[in-house]
Nanobody, 123 residues
């Protein structure tokens, strides 16, 4: 069982930055692939990026590539999402997820989810 808690969301102006954190419980955190998703009002949950258990491989959605960066700290059981050059279209609730059983970009593949943190980017 894994519990995930996101934090760090807020209101920021376009062009600004935010750093989201995801705290994970569980002794086997270091074995899990971790991902970030986001969901805007009235839209489906969207893949943002994924990081492998060791942190050696990271993949991003095209919409955030070059602006967002995922990292993890397996000692502290933390995953981070650094968001730079934010745009109004980045406004969404951001979720971290753990332990996929299928395709990384499919929300249905992920077994554990946090409660989400709201990010609002004003123009």
């Amino acid at each position: 069982q894994v519990q995930l808690v996101e934090s760090g969301g807020g209101l920021v102006q376009a062009g600004g930055s935010l750093r989201l954190s995801c705290a994970a419980s569980g002794r086997i955190f270091s074995t899990y692939r971790m991902a970030w998703f986001r969901q805007a009002p009235g839209k489906e949950r969207q893949f943002v990026g994924v990081i492998t258990a060791s942190g050696g491989t990271i993949r991003y959605a095209d919409s955030v590539k070059g602006r967002f960066a995922i990292s993890r700290d397996n000692v502290r059981n933390m995953v981070y999402l650094q968001m730079n050059s934010l745009k109004p279209e980045d406004t969404a609730v951001y979720y971290c997820a753990a332990n996929p059983t299928g395709r990384d970009s499919d929300p249905g593949s992920w077994g554990y989810w946090g409660q989400g943190t709201q990010v609002t980017v004003s123009s």
